[in-house]
């Protein structure tokens, strides 16, 4: 038996939602106040933001799949906030790279991208995220149309791929158990959506009444 939050359970529910996703920039938080960051404090910021964006990532991702097999159509009411907290983390990910490791130097940043490539790779999924964050308002679908604006959110799982490439590209080869999980998540979910897609298209036959058969002509009068 699924359950049906009333409109106080709900209100409750997104707001231990809101505060479970603001528990990681708690922490960073914190950890700024106290010193805390390790013997690599850019680092420490660069893989925590960008962890916890990945993570909400798959979690925005999952909320469908949940919805379509426990039956639970009040979960589409928390995508929206889990999405926009991973454009939030995303976010800071992007600001620590260009803030915290280059000083916000374009020179060193251009030298890092040739260095480094698996930067496009991330540059590329934040620029993707942008407009779907920008479009995550009612107003928006109103505007764009219902059709145009899935379209258009559809590229999160394109995003999702180049998270993948991202976080593998980064990570040293003896320590690729994350990023394999990572990418099995995103396997898996997108297999799922393609199958439901197929499923849909399937068009259903539609078998109408047979007629009676007329074994004699009726002579003419």
């Known amino acids: 038996m699924s359950f049906t939050p009333n409109a106080r359970q709900l209100g409750v529910i997104k707001i231990s939602v809101f505060t479970l996703c603001l528990l990681p920039f708690g922490r960073l938080a914190w950890a700024a106040y106290t010193g805390d960051f390790g013997s690599d404090p850019v680092e420490f910021v660069q893989r925590w933001t960008g962890t916890w964006a990945f993570n909400l990532l798959l979690i925005t991702l999952s909320v469908t799949p949940l919805r379509t097999i426990a039956s639970l159509p009040w ?8 999405g926009l ?18 000083a916000f130097d374009s020179d060193a940043i251009a030298k890092d991208v ?9 540059f590329a999924a934040f620029v993707l995220l942008i407009p779907l964050a920008a479009t995550s308002s009612n107003r928006s679908i109103r ?6 604006w899935q379209e258009l959110h559809r590229n999160i799982y394109l995003i999702s791929i180049l998270a993948c490439v991202h976080y593998f590209w980064l990570t040293k080869a003896s320590a690729l158990l994350w990023p394999l999980a990572y990418s099995a998540g995103v396997a898996l979910l997108l297999g799922w959506r ?21 074994f004699f002509r009726q002579k003419p009068d």
């Open 75 to 82: 979960l589409l009411r928390l995508r929206r906030m889990l």
């Open 143 to 148: 505007m764009l149309g219902g059709r145009r």
């Open 85 to 102: 907290f991973c454009f939030f983390y995303a976010t800071l990910h992007f600001l620590s790279f260009i803030g915290f490791d280059h």
């Open 114 to 122: 040739v260095k480094r490539p698996f930067v496009i790779i991330g």
């Open 194 to 214: 393609i199958r439901e897609r197929r499923r849909k298209a399937i068009p259903v036959p539609k078998f109408q009444s047979a007629k009676p058969l007329k």
